[in-house]
């Protein structure tokens, strides 16, 4: 095993794998943050199924993954700023994870490289992204990067908890 990873656009054999990660990183970063309920109830089945049908119907999504070796390892998804129903000239990151067995080898960073590239590349000048305000981890990965808090607060309901959310925002190109 030579242990190259390679960033690429993800594929409907993909979807799967994908959800996994997703998932598994939902219940590891998100333990006593979100309802263990809630994380219990998290399908990777339906999950798959919802994945598959996004990427055919063609979302305007991008969704890249981190592959090492020929395994996908994690992934990530990002698009157009989302106000609402409103799409703005911003670019969003809606998601990024990565399987916790490989936490901290440079898989997160790359896709969020490759990411904020392509957002650069397609003429957006800022990128935004949502954490979870107790999420201390996830928050220092994206200060390092270059992100910062804005002072954008919202809460999404989860099994009848109010979950609080920071966003982030960086200037694009990123330094770096």
Request: charged share 30%.
């Amino acid at each position: 095993m030579n242990d190259t990873l390679r960033i690429r656009d993800m594929t409907p054999d993909d979807c799967r794998r994908v959800s996994e990660i997703r998932i598994n990183g939902w219940r590891t970063a998100y333990r006593g943050l979100i309802p263990q309920s809630y994380l219990d109830a998290l399908d990777v089945d339906a999950d798959t199924a919802r994945r598959r049908a996004r990427l055919a119907q063609g979302d305007g999504v991008v969704n890249l993954v981190a592959d090492r070796d020929g395994e996908v390892v994690g992934w990530a998804a990002h698009g157009p700023y989302r106000d609402g129903e409103a799409l703005t000239e911003d670019a969003e990151l809606y998601a990024i994870y990565v399987s916790p067995q490989v936490l901290g080898a440079g898989a997160g960073r790359a896709l969020l490289a490759e990411s904020t590239r392509r957002c650069t590349a397609a003429g957006h000048e800022r990128m935004l992204l949502w954490v979870l305000r107790e999420n201390t981890r996830a928050r220092r990965f994206y200060e390092r990067a270059g992100f910062h808090a804005d002072g954008t607060e919202e809460t999404f309901e989860a099994d009848g908890a109010a979950v609080p959310e920071v966003r982030y925002a960086a200037d694009l190109p990123l330094p770096g």
